[in-house]
């Protein structure tokens, strides 16, 4: 992985934007992490008789209308985000990168067809499906991991399936052709690690795109049901208090965009540093 | 281009047809008896099997959707439960609302991303475009309900400008309505804009990159007047389709500042549908949303088409 200027890790240190999303991307890992086993209070239980503190040592950033830390409402609201972010980005992944492989090593009517299920499924935005999927299974984040994740598979598979024809036509595949190895093998040995990098980029935008997402749904009532703490959840119950408490409309929302902000920043890094010449044509 | 054409148009009423389907048959499979949902557990077994046979819920699927897919056709969308009013009313009522909303959102997002993204291009890479990026980066991140928030926030609780939600209605009070629609619109355009802006700046520095550009510039035309004459109109042959890419995102942000501002649109209609378990509605609301981003799609490559001619059927 060393390329022109130094190896991978030096150029990374020097990559500011790179640096910037990893650090707001690890502090969000490491408070969902921490959250696991240590809050500063009390994220889920309620404590009436402790509602709308201000911020104080005890209470960082105050308690909500359930007396609940909202400080550590955010942290394990981290928590999850990060889940319904993960799984439904690898179910989208997992199922998009197979259909666009699939489709780039048979090409034919296979092509046409995860082409025309890929434009079919934009027809149905995640909001769309999680409304239906509320309206069979009810709200909750087995619905926002759905929603997101069918949302994100023509969105690898179509990602897939272009960058894998232009490894299918490249000289090295070629070779491997007339050596006898199969479509399967051809794909596994070849063409996955060449796109591996751009999968990774992809991988990183859509989890950012999937916390938006989440919290739109849960702000909604589709998504995460309580007492799970969810930052969108937490916005829509600021809302109800904004002429009494208005700061807790601010501390979920800065959360979630510092969140997408890292993930965004780092998804261009990853994108400047693993394909040096994309980086120059943009 | 009539096969392409044609192609294309079969692709959108396939689409629509199989977007119907699913949306159908994800109906049908819903647990518990739409007849004893409305009627509540205390109905009796009689008037529960009197509505069965009402509704026609006693009929084969293949038969029933058949019924429904040619109501929705000919503008019949069925009886909302809840409501007991015609769906079709509502959803022309809630459309009032979500149409105009869209459309506000979608002109602000592009005056502001086109003039943000020609004026970051012309410099860049000088301080106005790196400040300009790193604003539409910001913008990417912010979820446009929180915006919503925000701007209630400043305008409607410390300002006072603007009421925090609500909708007066256009027949009762035209220009109320209006002011109720500018900060949501503002809320949606927002995030759009950010994300056109950085699609047009990067269309215009490609096509300035084209030889024809470098051409013209070598044949002594200003930088300006390249950027006037010969880029734009390439430029904006991406930042169209981008636009109606991100058409079914702007629908379903409007689905979500709906709620933010309880204007009562599609989005809240849909919402309140479900709580009410009142499926017809969420059944035609559905496939109207999906209806809508499938044929914007279909303008967009029809527009596409006849903007670049080099475009070949088998590109598409």
């Known amino acids: 992985m060393s390329g022109p200027g130094g190896s991978f890790l030096a150029r990374a240190l020097r990559h500011r934007s790179f640096m910037l999303g990893g650090a707001l991307t690890v502090g969000m890992l490491g408070m969902a992490a921490i959250s696991l086993f240590w809050t500063p209070g009390e994220a889920i239980s309620l404590n009436v008789a402790h509602r709308m503190r201000p911020p104080s040592l005890e209470y960082w950033l105050g308690t909500d209308k359930f007396g609940r830390d909202i400080f550590s409402m955010l942290m394990a609201g981290a928590q999850n985000s990060i889940t319904v972010g993960v799984v439904a980005v690898s179910i989208g992944l997992v199922a998009g990168v197979i259909l666009g492989a699939w489709a780039s090593a048979k090409r034919g009517w296979i092509e046409e067809a995860v082409m025309r299920f890929s434009d079919f499924s934009f027809a149905f935005p995640a909001i769309l499906s999680a409304i239906m999927l509320t309206a069979i299974i009810g709200p909750g984040g087995v619905t926002s991991i759905l929603a997101i994740g069918i949302y994100n598979i023509p969105v690898f598979a179509r990602l897939t399936r272009g960058v894998a024809n232009a490894v299918w036509a490249r000289e090295f595949v070629l070779a491997a052709r007339a050596a006898g190895k199969g479509a399967v093998r051809i794909t596994i040995e070849h063409v996955l690690p060449n796109i591996l990098s751009i999968i990774i980029v992809q991988a990183t935008i859509s989890f950012a795109i999937a916390i938006l997402a989440e919290a739109a749904l849960s702000y909604l009532g589709l998504g995460t049901q309580p007492p799970q703490p969810s930052w969108g959840r937490m916005l829509s119950e600021a809302q109800a208090l904004i002429f009494l408490a208005p700061m807790q409309a601010i501390y979920p929302g800065v959360t979630i965009a510092l969140s997408v902000f890292g993930l965004n920043l780092l998804g261009d890094g990853l994108r400047d540093l693993l394909d040096p010449r994309l980086a120059r044509k943009r | ?316």
Do not use: C
């Open chain 2, 1 to 316: 281009m009539s096969v392409f054409l044609f192609k294309r148009l079969l692709t959108f009423i396939l689409t629509l047809f199989g977007a119907s389907v699913i949306i159908f048959a994800a109906m049908e499979i819903l647990p518990g008896d739409p007849a004893l949902v409305i009627l509540g557990v205390d109905a009796s077994p009689e008037a529960v099997q009197a509505l069965t046979e009402k509704l026609g819920l006693d009929r084969p699927v293949p038969e029933r959707y058949f019924d429904w897919i040619t109501g929705v056709l000919g503008g019949d969308f069925g009886i909302s439960y809840s409501y007991k009013t015609p769906v079709s009313e509502l959803i022309i009522d809630s459309l009032k609302i979500t149409v105009p909303l869209a459309i506000m959102a979608m002109l602000l997002a592009t005056a502001i991303a086109i003039v943000l993204g020609i004026y970051a291009a012309a410099n860049h890479n000088r301080p106005a475009d790196v400040g300009i990026m790193g604003i539409s980066q910001l913008g990417i991140s912010i979820p446009s309900f929180w915006l919503g928030i925000l701007l209630v926030l400043l305008f409607a609780v410390n300002l006072r400008w603007f009421s925090a939600g609500g909708f007066p209605g256009w027949d009762r009070d035209f220009f109320g309505s209006f002011r109720a629609l500018i900060l949501p619109a503002v809320s949606l355009a927002t995030v759009q804009a950010a994300i056109l802006a950085r699609i047009t700046r990067s269309a215009v520095l490609d096509v300035f990159r084209e030889d024809f550009v470098r051409t013209a510039r070598a044949k002594g035309v200003s930088r300006r007047r390249a950027l006037w004459g010969h880029v734009l109109r390439n430029a904006l042959i991406p930042v169209i389709t981008i636009m109606g890419l991100q058409f079914a995102n702007l629908l379903a942000g409007t689905v979500v500042i709906e709620s933010v501002f309880t204007l009562p649109g599609l989005g809240q209609l849909v919402l309140k549908a479900i709580n009410n378990r009142d499926l017809i509605i969420v059944e035609g609301t559905v496939l109207l949303l999906a209806a809508m981003v499938v044929a914007v799609n279909f303008l967009v490559d029809i527009l596409y088409a006849l903007i670049d001619p080099r475009l070949k059927v088998s590109d598409i």
